[in-house]
Nanobody, 122 residues
């Protein structure tokens, strides 16, 4: 079992930056592909970014490519999402998740955090 806890969310203005962190406990994070997803009010959960266990390969949703960066520190059992040039449409609850597979489908992820609210005002 893996427990995931996100932090770093908040209220910012358009153009600002935020860094989300996701700390894992229970099992070592290095065994898992990690992903970030988000869910805006009234919308389905959507893929944001994913990173392989060795951090050599990443993938991003088109809407965040060039603005967001996913990274991980396996020694700290932590994965990050650096979000720059934030837009109001980035407003959502952001979730980190763990999977055995490098995938963009949420159904491939076994473990989920409780979510962190990110609100971007215009």
């Amino acid at each position: 079992q893996v427990q995931l806890v996100e932090s770093g969310g908040g209220l910012v203005q358009a153009g600002d930056s935020l860094r989300l962190s996701c700390v894992a406990s229970g099992r070592t994070l290095s065994n898992y592909v990690m992903g970030w997803f988000r869910q805006a009010p009234g919308k389905e959960r959507e893929f944001v970014a994913t990173i392989t266990t060795d951090a050599l390969v990443t993938e991003y949703a088109y809407s965040v490519k060039g603005r967001f960066t996913i990274s991980r520190d396996n020694a700290k059992n932590t994965v990050y999402l650096q979000m720059n040039s934030l837009k109001p449409e980035d407003t959502a609850v952001y979730y980190c998740a763990a999977s055995r597979y490098f995938a963009m489908a949420s159904s491939s992820y076994y473990y989920w955090g409780q979510g962190a609210q990110v609100t971007v005002s215009s």
